[in-house]
């Protein structure tokens, strides 16, 4: 590992650039925050974005469903009353649910992904599910809070950190992204 810590990491590889699908996607979405609830087309491109393979069970909510959790979710301080109101709703994991609140307020939240979740864990910030599945409140509060520690170090949004430790593992990726460890 060419870096010694996340910090030194961060320091060399942060990058606050997007896509410009995901920087369209974010400016789309700014109105959520205003109205305080996603319609079921803004949900389901939130959910093809992160997910494309759980479009069909996330097609299942209906609108009413969609909007109340949503309205649940962003009216809420508690971040899990967040986390809890977004997976009550049919194919919402924890990925799904941190890339709802990453689109609608990148400053405060970045997406939950296997390939950060490794480098957290390769750098002991995490030690737990290391198949990168499964994930809980605690397990997403965590990697909130550590993403949340580093943006705040470099005067960074949470998306930008998330974003750059993403690029850096898919380039320096060898091997199988979804590794099975006893």
Known sequence: ?????????LATELTRDDTPDTI??????????RRGY????????ICRWKSPRSIRHCMKNSPARIRRQSVIALASRSEQVRFEALTALAGVGAPTASAILTLTDPRRYGVMDI????????FGSVRTKPGGAGFTF??????????????KQLGATVRAVEYSLFLYHQREQEGVL???RG
């Open 1 to 9: 590992m060419p870096y010694p810590n996340l910090t030194s990491l």
């Open 115 to 122: 390939r950060v979740w490794q480098l957290l864990l390769e």
């Open 38 to 45: 996603l319609t079921k087309r803004e949900f389901l491109t």
């Open 24 to 33: 369209q996607l974010i400016e789309d979405l700014r109105v959520v925050r």
């Open 138 to 151: 605690g397990d997403w509060h965590l990697y909130l809070v550590t993403l949340r520690g580093h943006a």
């Open 178 to 180: 979804y590794k099975r």
